[in-house]
């Protein structure tokens, strides 16, 4: 799968992300990079909500440098 867009925001996924670049680009996934995040199954599940229909992918920093 093509990476169509990438975006560095310490807010992660919000509103912007979601509704202006999300319905445009109708992604199939959301990666979220973040350590603390990464270590955190009740946050995560709330950045979830927020994410509509699309998959999201937690992964701490260097997880993320590894793939």
């Known amino acids: 799968?093509?990476?169509v867009l990438h975006r560095v925001d310490e807010r992660?996924?919000?509103g912007?992300?979601?509704?202006?670049w999300g319905?445009?680009?109708r992604p199939d996934r959301y990666v979220v990079v973040d350590d603390e995040l990464?270590?955190?199954d009740w946050e995560q599940d709330l950045y979830r909500l927020g994410a509509g229909d699309a998959?999201?992918?937690?992964?701490?920093?260097?997880s993320a440098v590894e793939r």
């Open 16 to 20: 912007q992300v979601v509704i202006g």
């Open 38 to 40: 990464a270590a955190s």
């Open 55 to 62: 998959d999201v992918v937690f992964a701490d920093v260097e």
């Open 23 to 25: 319905h445009q680009l």
């Open 1 to 3: 799968m093509p990476i």
């Open 12 to 14: 992660l996924i919000h």
